[in-house]
């Protein structure tokens, strides 16, 4: 199980969901990729930004967007625990 942050440098939301999620996952044993949207399309992956560019941070959970904006804690935990 792999949870994953979509981001852009110089995002003080995405910076603060990184570290929420960076908590989360250390508590719960899971896996946590940070994805810098803006760098995966220079390296010619611009599918993501296209697709979440407008709403980041985004929040994957094994590949599935989960939520964006923020972290629902208690929603990701309860994810967390059903798989």
Not at 40 to 66: M, N, Q, T, Y
């Amino acid at each position: 199980m792999t949870v994953t942050l979509l981001s852009r440098d110089g995002c003080a939301a995405c910076a603060r969901a990184a570290d929420e999620l960076a908590r989360i996952c250390a508590e719960e044993g899971v896996d946590l990729e940070v994805v810098d949207v803006d760098a995966a399309a220079a390296d010619g992956d611009v599918g993501l930004r296209a697709e979440f560019g407008d709403r980041l941070p985004v929040i994957l959970l094994d590949g599935e967007e989960h939520g964006y904006w923020e972290v629902d804690e208690a929603r990701l935990r309860a994810d967390l625990a059903r798989r």
